[in-house]
């Protein structure tokens, strides 16, 4: 272990929680302004020009706020719930690939701060962690809603989970790897996966959207029936923190969907010019996000039994059937001809249709028998 | 303006009702005050007469229960207004009893849609209704002194019987109240009431006693705790100041009570003490998302006491307004319903701006955007303007049509507003009667019962429109017959810009104070929110003896607790959204 | 010292500090989360023998899945204060006989079989612990336990469904 290589983790670490800190702030920003514009309104448009400002107004305003912590919750585990909340989800972006090695001052230079063999496990793993700080928030708080928002978010934390990890199997296999940057190089040759696993890039955004609580499974923050559940009692910077947490979760897990599915930094030119690389995967996540940001300003809130029943009940079987899928069209296209590869997105797209239609027939209006 | 009284005939059986009297000889005897109508019941009979009453004469939807206090004569008076689902004249029924202690048997056991309203005549009144199941005060608070709608009591710093109050002009010098007290208390407490020594167990006590005794026994033994979970005063989805309270078996709802009463400002006392006319702008107040239709009813009301009929401009005016203020009330309700099931605001902007449009038009017309105070004993204030008019057209012509159509496409088929709105919340048509409701929620429940068809008022018999009916009496039905009554509200405005005549908009001169004859009158419109009532006993003074508002959100609570058992929390909030409850005029 | 036996001693410390806080803990909730720290650093302690999967499944399996729903059980029943007393009047006896036993034949290994705690040098192969390795081992060499356990995990899934299951007839 040499200085130098200490060096260069530390200046990407830093890089990369700047850029985080940064991007939660303006993602905020992002999210009024799209939701305004889709909703025929301006949006922040006082602070500066275009309202950039906002942000950071909107810091100042919150770290000045007063803290109140409720006389009767658990001081301790109360301070360290926001606390559990955001670390895991700075950590997660660890393993992101953010372009093509470089060559600096004579050293290799990985583009991403840790570029482990089991990368893709590493995220699923700390994003597990992340449920801690919403049960322990809902707990220490010592509030019914509280309470009940924090056993609500973190089982369907834990649900969407399987589903997710279903979905992050699909790369894996189509690549051989673990490791983010092999799953990168691969699509180089392959193509985005996207276009071989459509119905499973569906699916991990769905069970992304769950995972990190945005709308329609805003379950965790369903302001309408828990006045914002887990987080109710906090205030100032501790909500701060657990606001920061769901957007740069955002942040995070978009890059993660570019990297496994969207071909990550991968784009025209990015062989020839490595810089290109950051650029083009900013770009898809910023891409993603509004996708995000559309469904928020566009559907009702599912309610809580019929997201856990989609959970169970849909989107687990169907990965479950993708997997199956992509390991024999991979094993066709080993034995018989390379182009047999193609039965993946074939066979998937009727996984796909066969579960909305099992959807479409719960949903059919039925005689219900009458109280 | 005329004040001929159309009462003083003898009293006849109204065409089209029953002559109970003849059904129950000696029981029920006629109402043959000058200027009042229906019958009177033995208080003893009561039940008997109502049962029948629903069994026999079909009379299924109890609308109105409140009580009057006849001081000179030292009675109480219980009115009931009953009408029939299939349409027609309503009957009404009375139940005299003294004034101390007035006993009046409960009729909940035979319409459940008396629940609120007796708690209601019990609170203000003190009327006891025996066999009530939860005979609570429901809008003063326990422990409030006395039953402020009887005549005799008075409020702390009590100054005059009615308004204008001699006492605030001392040599022609007006003052008002507010600066003469402004920091001192004006709570008067009972005698063996301390506010320093009392905690608040005792009626919090009496509410979570009344949610246990629906408390079932697990069929298997096991002993289970139900979590008693308090949503509101404050929370964000009650639509205002409103409580329920919840006993929950895990997140399924076991039983609900609504509490509520934290806006109450005792309209109807304030009413009593007003002029007819100064009463107008009050009304605004009731339901302020929907205050022309406030105005209309209230006009009816002292209409018919009076005798009256506006002139045929004037007719239009109010029909034009009254389904304006209906499409401005549920573009407010789906869009609010929307969002209580998690929609990120998206439907409520894109719906506001509609109502606003609407409301640019009343600003026009009346002077107001929302307290628009805009309708007259016999006409209204003035004409639509001639740019108004032309807005209007625009809207009901070309612009709401075409906004109609695209928010039914962009709600009407969401998966996701299908998931939570089918099946949910459910009210069966037998149980939308039982509980007196009206408007959307008793049509959504597949009764076909709207009073502008059922009972038509005003000019509504000459217009062509369809009264849209749910199937499955559920969130989403409530929600697609209230896009179904914006389009059929447009159509009638378009007929009536048709056939809209020129002419003068109110009868007579117009007249700040006037006494209308010796009697009683109830008159109903069909609101947005469903039937909206008043009910005034004038004694001949300026000021109405008895003023009563039959409030629709208020009534169609009752049925809020039963729709939600079985259900999740989450639901709770959507059923109160399909409800459509607005908390000025549950609380009054 | 190398930096490795540094960091061993270290992690061993909170290892030992963090099992002890799980135990001698009154409050229900605290012990779940001394649990999740040592199980952090038993993760730890695989990363440092070159097993980064293991390491990562140790943490998505117990923190991440198992944790939480021990967890999920102490804040539903609310039995998060433990009572003062032990509720069983044999088990601190029993507990340190138990104890005993376990001292004593970690003595007897420690000083009579000298072969297990000889020193095994690690195959610094990239290869080593990976994904494919542990793949390949469990679905050759450990196929027959591999199996049994997952026809035992579903046996366990099916009986708590026919166990939460309602009957036809009773009130959904």
């Given at each position: 272990m040499d200085a130098a290589l200490i060096w260069e983790w530390v200046i990407k670490a830093l890089f990369l929680i700047f850029f985080l800190l940064g991007g939660f702030a303006y993602l905020t920003w992002y999210e009024r302004k799209a939701l305004a514009r889709i909703q025929v309104r301006y949006g922040p448009n006082r602070a500066g020009p275009y309202g950039l400002l906002q942000p950071i107004a909107d810091a100042v305003k919150l770290i000045f706020k007063e803290e109140l912590t409720p006389s009767m919750a658990d001081k301790v585990i109360f301070i360290l719930a926001p606390i559990v909340t955001v670390v895991p989800v700075m950590l997660m972006a660890a393993t992101v690939p953010w372009g093509p090695p470089i060559q600096l001052f004579g050293r290799t230079i990985n583009m991403s701060v840790a570029d482990l063999n089991v990368g893709v496990l590493y995220i699923t793993s700390i994003a597990s962690i992340a449920v801690y700080g919403i049960v322990l928030a809902g707990w220490s708080s010592n509030n019914k809603y509280a309470i009940l928002g924090g056993l609500r978010a973190s089982a369907q934390m834990v649900s969407y989970e399987l589903a997710l990890g279903l979905a992050f199997v699909l790369p894996i296999l189509l690549a051989g790897s673990m490791r983010l940057m092999d799953i990168v190089t691969k699509q180089a040759e392959m193509g985005w996966f996207v276009l071989i696993q459509p119905v499973g890039a569906l699916i991990f955004l769905i069970a992304t959207l769950a995972e990190i609580g945005r709308a329609p499974f805003d379950m965790p923050d369903a302001e309408q029936e828990l006045s914002s559940s887990y987080h109710s009692e906090y205030s100032g910077m501790k909500f701060a923190l657990f606001f920061m947490a769901e957007y740069e979760k955002m942040i995070v897990i978009c890059a993660i969907a570019a990297t496994l599915f969207f071909g990550g930094f991968l784009g025209p030119g990015v062989d020839k010019w490595p810089w290109l690389g950051p650029i083009y995967l900013l770009a898809k996540i910023i891409v993603l996000l509004f996708l995000m940001i559309w469904v928020r300003a566009t559907f009702p809130r599912i309610r809580y039994d019929r997201l856990m029943a989609l959970g169970w009940k849909v989107l687990l079987p169907t990965a479950l059937g993708l997997v199956f899928v992509t390991a024999l069209g991979i094993l066709l296209a080993e034995a018989v001809n390379p182009a047999m590869l193609w039965i993946i997105p074939l066979l998937s797209l009727v996984a796909g249709v066969l579960a909305v239609g099992v959807i479409e027939r719960a949903l059919r209006r039925k005689e219900y028998a009458r109280r | 303006m005329t004040t001929a009284a159309p009462h003083d005939v003898p009293h006849t059986v109204q065409a089209g009702t029953p002559d109970l009297a003849a059904r129950f000889p000696g029981l029920v005897a006629p109402d043959e005050r000058s200027g009042y109508s229906g019958w009177i019941v033995t208080a003893d009979h009561l039940v008997q007469v109502a049962t029948a009453l629903r069994?026999?004469?079909?009379?299924?939807?109890?609308s109105s229960v409140t009580g009057v206090d006849y001081l000179p004569e030292g009675k109480m008076e219980v009115v009931y207004h009953a009408f029939k689902t299939t349409g027609g004249p309503g009957i009404c029924f009375k139940v005299q009893t003294g004034r101390d202690d007035p006993q009046v048997p409960s009729l909940v056991s035979v319409y459940p849609g008396a629940e609120l309203q007796e708690r209601e005549a019990w609170d203000l009144l003190g009327i006891k209704f025996t066999g009530h199941p939860d005979l609570r005060r429901i809008l003063m608070w326990e422990g409030f002194n006395g039953h402020p709608l009887r005549k005799d009591w008075q409020e702390p710093y009590y100054e005059d019987?009615?308004?204008?109050?001699?006492?605030?002009?001392?040599?022609?010098h007006v003052y008002r109240f507010e600066d003469r007290n402004p920091f001192g208390d004006n709570v008067r407490y009972p005698e063996d009431f301390d506010p320093e020594k009392w905690t608040p167990e005792n009626p919090e006590d009496l509410l979570y006693k009344s949610l246990k005794t629906y408390q079932a026994e697990s069929p298997d033994g096991i002993e289970t705790d139900h979590i008693v979970v308090n949503m509101g005063p404050q929370h964000p989805s009650t639509h205002g100041v409103f409580r329920f309270v919840v006993a929950l078996d895990g997140e399924k709802i076991v039983n609900l009570k609504p509490v509520m009463g934290y806006l109450h400002r005792n309209h109807e006392k304030i009413g009593e003490r007003n002029t007819y006319l100064m009463n107008m702008p009050y009304?605004?107040?009731?339901?302020y998302l929907s205050p022309m239709s406030n105005n209309f009813a209230y006009a009816l009301t002292v209409e018919k006491l009076m005798g009256i009929t506006p002139p045929e401009r004037a007719e239009y005016i109010r029909v034009i307004m009254a389904e304006l203020t209906r499409i401005a009330n549920h573009c407010m309700c789906i869009g609010s319903l929307l969002n209580d099931l998690g929609a990120f605001f998206t439907p409520m902007i894109y719906l506001l701006e509609e109502r606003d449009l609407i409301l640019d038009v009343f600003e026009a017309t009346a002077g107001s955007r929302m307290m628009v105070n805009y309708f007259r004993f016999g006409g209204v204030a003035r004409d639509i303007p001639e740019d108004a008019l032309e807005k209007i057209k625009g809207l009901a012509f070309e612009r709401l049509p075409r906004i109609l159509d695209e928010m039914d496409r962009l709600m009407s088929e969401n998966e996701i507003l299908r998931a939570r709105g089918i099946g949910q919340g459910v009210l069966t048509a037998e149980d939308a009667i039982r509980y007196s409701a009206t408007g959307p929620l008793l049509r959504g429940s597949g009764v076909p019962y709207d009073i502008r068809r059922a009972d038509p008022y005003s000019i509504y018999d000459r217009f062509e429109f369809d009264i849209p009916v749910g199937k499955n009496g559920d969130i989403y039905d409530r929600y697609i017959i209230r896009l179904e009554e914006m389009r059929q509200s447009v159509r009638i405005i378009q007929q009536a810009l048709k056939q809209m005549p020129e002419g003068p908009v109110m009868v007579g001169k117009p007249q700040y104070q006037f006494r209308p004859p010796v009697g009683e009158s109830y008159g109903r419109v069909e609101g947005p929110k469903g039937e909206l009532g008043f009910y005034i006993v004038s004694n001949g003074k300026p000021t109405p003896w008895r003023y009563h508002v039959r409030a629709p959100s208020f009534i169609n609570l009752t049925a809020f607790g039963p729709m939600c058992v079985g259900q999740k929390v989450a639901d709770t909030v959507a059923i109160l959204g399909s409800i459509d409850i607005v908390l000025g005029e549950v609380d009054r | 010292m190398s930096i490795d036996l540094i960091l061993f001693l270290v992690l061993a410390l909170v290892a030992v500090a963090t099992a002890l806080g799980m135990l001698f803990s009154r409050n229900a909730v605290y012990s779940a989360l001394f649990l999740v720290l040592n199980f952090a650093t038993v993760a730890v302690f695989y990363v440092l023998l070159s097993a980064p999967f293991i390491a990562l499944t140790q943490i998505t399996v117990y923190a991440g899945a198992i944790m939480v729903l021990f967890l999920f059980v102490i804040m539903l029943l609310g039995a998060e204060r433990l009572p003062a007393s032990p509720a069983l009047p044999w088990q601190r006896p029993l507990a340190i006989f138990l104890a005993l036993v376990l001292i004593a034949e970690t003595g007897y290994l420690l000083l009579f079989r000298q072969a297990v705690t000889a020193t095994v040098s690690l195959p610094q192969t990239d290869v080593f612990g990976s994904p494919s390795q542990v793949g390949t081992a469990l679905f050759n060499q450990y196929l027959l336990p591999f199996e049994v356990t997952s026809v035992l995990l579903l046996s366990a899934m099916v009986g708590v469904i026919v166990l939460t299951v309602r009957k036809k007839g009773e009130r959904e």
């Open positions: - | 069994d026999e004469f079909g009379y299924d939807l109890l019987e009615a308004k204008p109050f001699k006492s605030r002009s001392p040599e022609g009304t605004d107040r009731l339901d | -």
